[in-house]
């Protein structure tokens, strides 16, 4: 298998082709290189590949005669290779990279024995530390997934496919190269300083074209802003007519004039001659991969079709002493290459073997009757070595330490540990930048961007324009388009949106949107967003900003106003009247048994709640804020206190009356007055607790009218008093009015010749009637625009009307009679107590009687003459 020294008449003469190099050394390496090209059906290998398969070759073994000379750089210790050809065929390079293995694979040759009897001496296959390349990433990813059972770290020079970074997969695998995530940043940076939001995609079948797309397409979805018109896979093998469908499918969405193109070379130029032919010459704004790069040929012919086409090249460097090591490369000094004459045949088209002629050496020299220029990935070939070299070299100084040669720790060389290494080295490389690999073992992106410029200048070709490392810095003013135009053209799919509009996105398509106008409360806050005007502003007419919203509050020329004012001055003027009248008849009877005292504070207290309306009606400000608070709920306490005594009074009585003929406690004028005040003192002590909570102040509510249409929005000014607290504010009144009501249920069967028990009942009846009236009227009407207006009258008016029943029930009777009838209002002889209780006594042992059926004659009558 192997042919070291052979000559070319030699491998002619045994007409095998040879398969691999042999470099002895105490540690050696593996090479995987694309010597050859894919082979026809049936045929592994095709041409050999002089650039891309030769160049690195021999940068591989450049790299390792200049690190065995290297005295600093694993001194005493010379590194080995053995180097393969994968015949750029995944499978192919599958079956080579077995010979790698073989020294890790155990076999059983205990039955195994010579004709003498005797075991065979098998000699132990070479063992590979590591590995150099693959070029194509399908080759190396088909090479990664047998390395890694066997622990071989593999460093490649070419393979960039994200895939490759999924160190879940591809643990042992590193490379000098980026991956082309980082070519697809630095494509998504190019597209956007570009001001491009809408492009296509272009992508040869394989594993370069696909995963370079899904790469650009990821980060771009990621990045946002950017939108995919099609993305288009090109066939290894188009049909007829294939390229000529491929713009027919580019050109349904025009308005994607980028084309992000990740495509071998003759991919790239048939779409150039397709584009073309569809006379669409500069309608395309081409952005090139690297597989493009600074290339002539994929524009040979069709310059005019790719005048200002951008594209991409991983930074690179031509190594001066590569090239005086390969150009000074001859049959005779590089006979360790066992494919060199092949490349020389091919280089120099001459024939080294031919019937009946003897080899002759010539006296052709490279680079002087033949064309040379350096490959692209030398440098990196060359760097990947230096890698593996630098890595056993950090492992000799850790487990060898002062030991000359490999000592035991490193015979083997443990892959694992190895990685290790690999993944820590750093040191500049051979252009002088450098070498390093992150924790998925890439290496970091670096790159070169130019631009095919055709037209107004006095070298047509490719321009550097700019370079990308993590972050894009762009020569804009170095930029020309088709035409020599400097403006950069449009690749966009929608165009920009009126004041007041914002771009509703299209959904899935980012960068295409619909005009959309600001609605609501919203303004334009900028192109792709409306935001709500705060709280307390509406957006203005044109909807590009916000405005202040007016503020409003209930006037007193406002129908909600005018009605509550009407009654609650009826009702001042008469509460006052009715003041006055028992002020004036103090000493007359009437007045007298109607009990002054309590009298006095209960119209006191309906003259309040009559007040209350023209607070909830004033402006709002702090001070009339806290009379609300005060007033709202003191003038019904006040009044039903007063009320609440004296139905208490009379009940006790009634009671008493019951059992014994002594008054009970706590009936007198002073009692009472103590009594109400103390019912009254609860309400006033509430209040004041709240107003060292909560000190009164005014607040601004633009929640309460805030239709749909703004232009009518409005803030209320109003009181910091919510539904909740005017209710907590009333309830103790309420509690109040609804114990006065059951205690004058209790008391309905008192004479109405002695007390008011029945007018008081009367009057609490009604008044709960009004109050559950008021209950959903108020509440209600929360959600509507005039809930203010609506609430303030509402309670102003069951304010009103209670005040009014209690006015109207207890003391305009008696006012009636005092001033109209007056002959009704004189003395009549007193009773006492114990009188009192005597007659209720017997009124009611009466009733009970008639109700059992069991009247007797000798009940007792009432006397009414005391």
Request: proline residues 6%.
């Amino acid at each position: 298998m192997l042919f070291l020294g052979l000559s070319p008449e030699s491998w002619a003469q045994q007409g095998t082709q040879p398969h691999s190099i042999k470099i002895e050394g105490d540690i050696t390496l593996g090479g995987l290189f694309p010597v050859h090209s894919r082979g026809p059906a049936g045929v592994p290998c095709g041409e050999i590949k002089r650039e891309k398969g030769i160049h690195r070759m021999e940068a591989m073994l450049y790299a390792l005669d200049q690190i065995n000379s290297d005295p600093d750089l694993l001194p005493n210790i010379t590194l080995g290779a053995m180097i393969l050809d994968t015949c750029s065929r995944d499978t192919y390079a599958l079956e080579q990279s077995l010979t790698f293995v073989q020294a890790l694979i155990q076999k059983d040759n205990s039955d195994v024995r010579c004709s003498n009897g005797e075991p065979p001496i098998i000699p132990k296959p070479e063992r590979v530390v590591g590995v150099i390349g693959a070029s194509g990433s399908s080759v190396s990813i088909m090479v990664a997934n047998v390395l890694r059972l066997f622990a071989i770290p593999q460093i490649s020079y070419a393979s960039t496919a994200p895939e490759l970074s999924d160190k879940s997969r591809y643990e042992f695998f590193s490379r000098v190269v980026p991956p082309d995530s980082y070519q697809a940043q630095a494509m998504v940076d190019i597209v956007k300083a570009m001001g491009w939001n809408y492009v296509s995609t272009l992508a040869s079948e394989g594993n370069y074209g696909e995963s370079g797309v899904d790469a650009f397409l990821q980060i771009s979805r990621e990045a946002g802003g950017l939108c995919i018109g099609q993305s288009i896979k090109i066939p290894r093998e188009p049909k007829p007519g294939g390229f000529d469908k491929i713009i027919k499918r580019l050109m349904e969405t025009s308005n994607a004039r980028g084309v992000i193109i990740f495509a071998n070379e003759d991919d790239i130029r048939r779409v150039l001659e397709a584009a073309k032919r569809a006379n669409l010459t500069g309608h395309f704004l081409f952005v090139g991969s690297d597989s493009w790069g600074a290339k002539s040929s994929p524009i040979l012919d069709q310059e005019d079709v790719a005048e200002g086409a951008v594209t991409i090249l991983p930074k690179r460097a031509s190594i001066d002493g590569f090239d005086n090591y390969f150009t000074s490369r001859s049959l005779e000094n590089n006979r360790r290459n066992i494919w060199f004459a092949e490349y020389w045949e091919d280089d120099f088209k001459c024939k080294l073997t031919r019937p009946g002629i003897k080899y002759d050496l010539g006296e052709e020299r490279i680079a002087q009757e033949s064309q040379y220029e350096q490959e692209g990935k030398v440098q990196f070939v060359i760097d990947a070595v230096y890698s593996m070299a630098h890595a056993l070299h950090s492992m000799h100084l850790d487990l060898c330490p002062g030991f000359m040669g490999v000592c035991e720790k490193m015979d083997p060389v443990e892959g694992s540990q190895l990685l290790q290494y690999i993944r820590s080295v750093n040191f500049n490389g051979s252009a002088g930048t450098g070498v390093m690999f992150n924790e998925n073992g890439d290496a970091p992106g670096r790159y070169d961007i130019f631009q095919f410029q055709l037209s107004n200048t006095t070298n047509p070709g490719y321009r550097c324009i700019g370079q990308w490392t993590n972050q894009l810095r762009l020569n804009a003013e170095e930029m020309q388009w088709s035409g020599g135009d400097r403006a950069v053209p449009d690749s966009v799919c929608s165009f920009p949106c009126e004041l007041g509009e914002r771009k509703k996105m299209v959904k899935g398509v980012p960068c295409c949107w619909h005009c959309e106008l600001c609605d609501g409360y919203q303004y334009q806050l900028d192109e792709l967003n409306c935001d709500m005007c705060p709280f307390d502003m509406r957006p203005m007419p044109n909807r590009t900003g916000c405005r202040s919203t007016p503020i409003i509050k209930l006037e007193w020329s406002s129908p909600w106003a005018i009605i509550p004012v009407f009654l609650a001055v009826l009702g001042i003027l008469a509460t006052s009247g009715c003041i006055l009248t028992f002020i004036r008849f103090n000493d007359t009877p009437i007045v007298r048994a109607s009990g002054r005292e309590l009298s006095y504070v209960l119209l006191t207290g309906i003259f309040l709640i009559y007040l209350i309306t023209f607070l909830m009606i004033a402006e709002p400000s702090a001070p009339v804020c806290a009379f609300r608070r005060l007033l709202l709920g003191l003038g019904m306490c006040i009044t039903y206190s007063a009320m609440l005594t004296k139905t208490n009074r009379i009940y006790r009585i009634f009671e008493q009356g019951k059992k014994a003929v002594t008054p009970p406690p706590f009936i007198s004028p002073t009692s009472q007055l103590i009594i109400t005040f103390i019912l009254i003192g609860v309400q006033l002590l509430g209040v004041f607790i709240w107003f060292g909570v909560v000190p009164p102040h005014t607040i601004i509510d633009y929640e309460e009218q805030r239709p749909p249409n703004p232009e009518f929005a409005r803030g209320v000014l109003k009181c910091d008093m919510s539904d909740l607290a005017l209710v907590l504010c009333l309830s103790y009144s309420i509690v109040l009015m609804v114990t006065c009501t059951v205690y004058a249920i209790k008391s309905r069967g008192v004479p109405e010749t002695f007390n008011e028990a029945k007018p008081i009942g009367f009057t609490m009846y009604t008044t709960c009637i009004i109050w559950l009236a008021f209950v959903p009227i108020f509440f209600g009407t929360a959600q509507s625009t005039e809930k203010m207006f609506i609430q303030t009258t509402t309670l102003t008016v069951s304010m009103s009307l209670s005040a009014t029943v209690s006015l109207g029930m207890l003391y305009i009777p008696k006012v009636y009679v005092i001033i109209f009838q007056p002959e009704q209002n004189v003395q009549k002889r007193k009773r006492s107590i114990k009188a009192v209780a005597s007659t209720v006594t017997s009124q009611l042992s009466q009733k009970e009687d008639k109700q059992n059926g069991e009247s007797k004659s000798s009940a007792i009558v009432p006397d009414r003459s005391q």
